[in-house]
């Protein structure tokens, strides 16, 4: 069933809402997914987890999907896991954000000139989207990059963040390789960082350090405001 403005498309075309509906069946494994877990956690959000930020932000944090206990539970991306103490603490510390990072939704955290999306809206088994799943959700993050002009620097969490960025701008994969601290040159003006994402895993293993992320992140702003 679908609904609030946001109707089954065609592949490839751009859907009325940029967000999906709470009860998309786009994706049918996801669509049941998210129903077992509205039966096990019915005070969990449960639903395609919308972009958390600035409406008018000129960089775009690009995640892969929702974390059963983090966002699927809050609602808000990041929030409630691992990963989002990183994230937001880093963004605290730049000045992308202000106020209290709680791991709530209600926390009063203010992202600056930040917007924060993920690749899939919905909550997928064992964190692991397929990629007809990936592809299908792309026309909303297509959506998002397509109404949001004043983009101008994009960072994806990971390769599965990295490849949605290009297939949302139509671009080949093959030309723009994935790695921790690259930079890639966009259509219409931006620029594309990559970074490991900031999961409990690659923390944990050293694939991704605090300090790596900072640097990234740092990068960014400054290429953001011109130094």
């Known amino acids: 069933m679908t609904g ?4 089954k498309t065609e592949a490839g075309a751009l859907p009325s809402s940029c967000q999906p509906p709470q009860t998309c069946d786009l994706c049918p494994r996801l669509a049941a997914f998210l129903e077992e877990q509205r039966q096990a956690h019915p005070d969990w959000f449960n639903a395609p987890v919308p972009p958390f930020g600035d409406a008018c932000a000129r960089m775009a944090i690009i995640g892969l999907a929702p974390g059963l206990r983090g966002a699927n539970r809050t ?14 603490g880093t963004m605290i510390h730049l000045g992308l954000a202000k106020g209290h990072y709680a791991a709530r939704p209600d926390d009063g955290l ?18 692991k989207p ?14 998002e990059f397509e109404r949001r002009t004043e983009l101008r620097v994009i ?13 949302a701008h139509g671009l080949v994969r093959a030309r723009y390789r994935f790695a921790h601290g690259a930079r890639h040159e966009l259509p219409k003006g931006r620029i594309l960082y990559d970074s490991y994402h900031c999961s409990r895993y690659n923390t944990q293993t050293g694939r991704l350090t605090a300090e790596m992320f900072l640097d990234v992140m740092a ?9």
Do not use: S, W
């Not at 600056?112 to 088994?125: K, L, Y």
């Open 219 to 227: 990068r960014m702003k400054r290429e953001l405001h011109g130094l």
């Open 110 to 127: 203010i992202l600056q000139d930040a917007v924060i999306i993920n690749a899939v809206r919905c909550v997928p088994p064992q964190n």
């Open 155 to 167: 960072l994806a969490l990971g390769r599965v963040a990295h490849d949605a960025v290009l297939m």
């Open 130 to 143: 397929t990629p007809a799943e990936i592809r299908t959700c792309n026309r909303f993050l297509r959506c």
């Open 4 to 7: 609030d403005g946001a109707e």
């Open 75 to 88: 609602g808000r991306p990041f929030t409630g896991d691992f990963a989002g103490d990183l994230l937001y």
